[in-house]
């Protein structure tokens, strides 16, 4: 079984090191020295990645990786492995799929979207499987407050009921797309909608 989510790494870094500090995400407040910076901390410090406010390690780094020698720098510190000893090591084993992957496709495409629409990746038929598995479970808690029942849908492919609900409103999408709707990025998303046009005004203002 391939390892999606250290793959998916290696092309986030690949886009992180042809950005300039100042490149817009779909994060919003964030540039690409911002998401670096998180991504730094998410993965070698991540008790320091919370605080992000005035004073907080994260501020003070993505305010110094304004300079461009210093944003290379926070960036290859995200490229590094995590100490022998360091607990964060467990994420490079089997238990980073679960909590990378589809953190890394999301960030790739905050990164790759940020300036507007962009063509489409084609991943590997496997790892489109696994972010679509990542998706769903992102989007049974991210869209629990949404009033109307959810599926998410690949065209010609998977299906998943992810809230339960009488007026249902089918997601359609690749299951990049989809992710980015499962965690609240629903308008750089390109899906399409299906439903009552009650239960998709519902789910619009839900997801906006």
């Known amino acids: 079984m391939e390892r999606w989510d250290a793959i998916e790494r290696e092309n986030l870094l690949t886009a992180l090191r042809a950005a300039a500090p100042d490149a817009p995400t779909l994060c919003e407040g964030w540039q690409a020295r911002h998401l670096a910076t998180h ?21 003070t780094l993505a305010e110094e990786a304004s300079d461009p020698a210093r944003y290379a720098e926070v960036v290859e510190r995200f490229a590094e492995t995590p100490g022998r000893f360091s607990p964060m090591r467990l994420q490079d084993g089997p238990f980073g799929m679960l909590a990378n992957h589809v953190e890394y496709v999301i960030h790739h495409e905050d990164l790759r979207r940020g300036a507007g629409p962009v063509p489409p ?55 990049v797309d989809l992710a980015l709707v499962a965690s609240g990025r629903r308008r750089a998303a390109n899906v399409e909608l299906r439903g009552a046009e009650e239960a998709v005004t519902t789910f619009e203002a839900a997801t906006a």
């Not at 730094?40 to 390690?57: K, N």
């Not at 029942?149 to 007026?167: E, H, I, N, S």
């Open 121 to 175: 990746r084609t991943l590997p038929a496997e790892q489109a499987d696994a972010v679509f598995d990542g998706a769903t479970r992102f989007a049974s808690m991210a869209l629990r407050k949404a009033a109307v029942g959810v599926v998410f849908v690949v065209p010609g492919g998977r299906r998943t009921v992810v809230r339960k609900g009488d007026d249902a409103v089918a997601v359609v999408g690749a299951p």
């Open 39 to 59: 991504l730094y901390l998410r993965r070698h410090r991540p008790w320091q990645s919370f605080r992000q406010g005035e004073g907080s390690v994260f501020a």
